[in-house]
């Protein structure tokens, strides 16, 4: 839980799922490359195997009597799809100007996430975040993605802050262990998790969008 004394000094935002709600975009994209192989990508399946995690687990648990080639090759397929299926993204209401108070108050800004670099790059263009973020750090760039530490962890370093001093933004279970293990408060978006689901991964305050005012609280008076 987030008490009154907390008040971050960077804060660090996943991306799907949290920048914006794309993880219908991906279930989609995973149930049409999937279906050939006699796999049905239910919601419930999506959620509970997939969200959330690298592709490279994703592919172990569907496919694991095959090689890992071939799960980087269906991944890579889904992936196009997605990028092909979101030609434009909406972000999560409130996020704007919730970036322009952190902005305001010289908070520095981090994206941590396990999304490949041409999603991420395809994401953040059409959500019109490219220049944003102050540094962006991907599960490829670092060599292990959520839910270990090391994103988050190695964000911080970056950043030149403590884990400890940081607030992290989630939308699932495996995020959310990422940045607690790593040290950081975690705020978790429910936009594909249940608040009871994301408070028990141990997610400090859970909240619907970017609009709850709690958040202004947060962050503090500005100057």
Request: with cysteine.
């Amino acid at each position: 839980m987030i008490d009154g004394s907390f008040s971050p000094r960077a804060l660090f935002f996943d991306l799907d799922g949290t920048l914006c709600d794309s993880d219908p975009v991906h279930e989609r994209s995973w149930a049409e490359v999937l279906a050939p192989y006699g796999i049905d990508m239910t919601h419930e399946r999506y959620r509970t195997t997939v969200s959330g995690r690298l592709n490279g687990e994703i592919g172990a648990m569907l496919f694991p009597d095959r090689t890992a080639a071939e799960h980087a090759r269906i991944a890579d397929e889904k992936e196009a799809l997605f990028r092909e299926m979101a030609p434009a993204l909406k972000r999560i209401a409130g996020l704007t100007e919730f970036l322009d108070a952190a902005s305001a108050r010289r908070l520095p800004t981090a994206l941590v996430t396990n999304a490949p670099r041409q999603n991420v790059d395809h994401m953040l263009r059409a959500l019109h975040l490219s220049e944003r973020f102050d540094i962006e750090v991907l599960a490829e760039d670092v060599g292990r993605g959520k839910p270990d530490p090391l994103p988050y962890a190695s964000a911080a370093e970056r950043l030149g802050v403590s884990p400890g001093d940081g607030l992290a933004f989630e939308d699932s279970g495996t995020g959310i262990r990422s940045a607690k293990t790593a040290g950081l408060m975690v705020v978790a978006l429910a936009t594909g998790h249940g608040e009871a689901e994301l408070t028990a991964a141990g997610a400090d305050l859970v909240i619907r969008d970017f609009t709850d005012e709690r958040l202004t609280r947060l962050l503090g008076p500005q100057g």
